[in-house]
């Protein structure tokens, strides 16, 4: 599945002009109490709502986890945007090379990290990951799936995940407008047919709601059906199955959008270097319909 460019388009948009901009919007806490968009993704990630694994990268002695990384590396930022009134400069992206190496090199300079080749490639991969995940976090305020999604793959040698039939994820796919299309197929195929079990497999793209077509998109997906014993009654069991990767776009797809090519290439260039990780996300619902 090819991730959405307009959601990457965002994310760097983000990075470019400053996540302290996402970062001061004021929505509703659990408890009633207002606070920033990241202090709610901070919010959900410890109360592991998202359930993506924290990964350790070390430093200095000390281990962090991408989320503390990225801030650190945004605070190295910020003070080094105060240093200089270049404008170009502070509108780079956290990403570009110029920020990497110099934070790089700071940490060379400290002690922090030996001067090794292995060192300074771990440490930019990290820090490029750390990118991604701590904007997962902060994007799942208002796309939950989709950011729960970009972030895993940020994390190192992520996991095949898998949500069961009672998971957010499930209802979600439960409530959208594809899930009754794929319903009434299966109920127009079995309606007054002498049979007790069906079963068929097809793709479909997920647009009903933003969160999903970021998240999801291009999907396969498999349908069993069983009937109840003397009864019109069918349960139903649908499977999502996706592959979580990015695809390289040649540039002549370009001609109406070059930068949405770029930033889609991005993605693919570290996946490529392993960087960011592809991996399979599977959704599983449980239903029943009437003849």
């Known amino acids: 599945m090819k991730k959405t460019m307009c959601f990457l388009a965002t994310l760097f948009f983000i990075m470019t002009y400053g996540i302290s901009a996402f970062a001061s919007k ?20 410890g109360n592991n709502e998202l359930k993506i694994k924290k990964e350790l ?10 989320e503390e990384l990225a801030k650190d590396y945004l605070e190295f930022i910020e003070d080094e945007k105060s240093k200089t009134a270049n404008s170009s400069q502070l509108r780079m992206a956290p ?14 300079r400290k002690g922090r990290i030996p001067n090794t080749e292995k060192a300074k490639r771990d440490l930019r991969n990290s820090l490029v990951r750390s990118m991604f995940f701590y904007l997962g976090n902060a994007a799942s305020v208002q796309y939950k799936l989709a950011g729960k999604l970009l972030s895993h793959s940020a994390t190192k040698n992520p996991s095949n995940l898998s949500f069961s039939s009672t998971s957010y994820e499930a209802k979600q796919i439960m409530n959208s407008r594809e899930y009754k299309t794929i319903i009434d197929r299966a109920r127009n195929n079995v309606k ?18 933003t969160d999903l077509h970021l998240a999801l998109n291009r999907v396969d997906y498999s349908v069993k059906c069983n009937k109840r014993r ?7 069991e649908i499977t999502i199955k996706d592959k979580y990767n990015f695809e390289f776009w040649a540039w002549k797809r370009s001609s109406s959008s070059s930068y949405s090519t770029y930033i889609n290439n ?14 399979y996300v599977t959704i599983t619902t449980k239903d029943s319909f009437h003849e």
Do not use: C, H
Request: overall charge negative; charged content about 20%; cysteine-free.
């Open 266 to 279: 991005v993605g693919y260039y570290m996946q490529e270097r392993d960087i960011l990780t592809p991996y």
């Open 26 to 45: 004021n929505i509703s806490m659990p408890d009633g109490s207002k606070a920033s968009a990241m202090r709610r993704a901070e919010y959900i990630y």
């Open 57 to 66: 990268v070390s430093i200095g002695g000390e281990q962090l986890t991408l």
């Open 230 to 236: 003397n009864s019109k009654y069918w349960d139903v």
């Open 192 to 209: 007054n047919k002498r049979i007790s079990t069906y079963n068929f497999s097809d793709s479909i793209t997920l647009n009903s709601t």
């Open 95 to 108: 990403v570009a090379p110029d920020y990497l190496n110099t934070y790089i090199y700071e940490q060379i």
